[in-house]
């Protein structure tokens, strides 16, 4: 059974920076990806960033290349997320998610943890 589990969200002024923790437990599969969502309120969810657990390839959306970074620590199963110059508009829940390799869907999600981000 997957659990992700994320943590450290919080408010923080225009310009800041957060990170983002994403802890896993029940990973049995061979290859598959780590990836973070987020949704504000009245939109539809949206990439973010995403890594293969190994060997640890990057993707991320254009609306955060630059400021943001995705990392893995192989030996405490976290994925992290790092934000910095964050933007009022990236304000939203942020998940924590995970895809198979051989599968083209996100099928495992965390509970989500809140950003907010004044102007």
């Known amino acids: 059974q997957v659990q992700l589990v994320e943590s450290g969200g919080g408010l923080v002024q225009a310009g800041g920076s957060l990170r983002l923790s994403c802890a896993a437990s029940?990973?049995?599969?061979?290859?598959?990806?780590m990836g973070w969502f987020r949704q504000a309120p009245g939109k539809e969810r949206e990439f973010v960033a995403s890594?293969?657990?190994?060997?640890?390839?990057?993707f991320y959306a254009a609306s955060v290349k630059g400021r943001f970074t995705i990392s893995r620590d192989y030996a405490k199963n976290t994925v992290y997320l790092q934000m910095s110059s964050l933007k009022p508009e990236d304000t939203a829940v942020y998940y924590c998610?995970?895809?198979?390799?051989?599968?083209?869907?996100?099928?495992?999600w965390g509970q989500g943890t809140q950003v907010t981000v004044s102007s």
């Open positions: 998610a995970v895809r198979q390799d051989v599968r083209p869907n996100y099928d495992y």
């Open positions: 029940g990973l049995t599969f061979s290859r598959y990806f």
């Open positions: 890594i293969s657990w190994n060997p640890g390839d990057t």
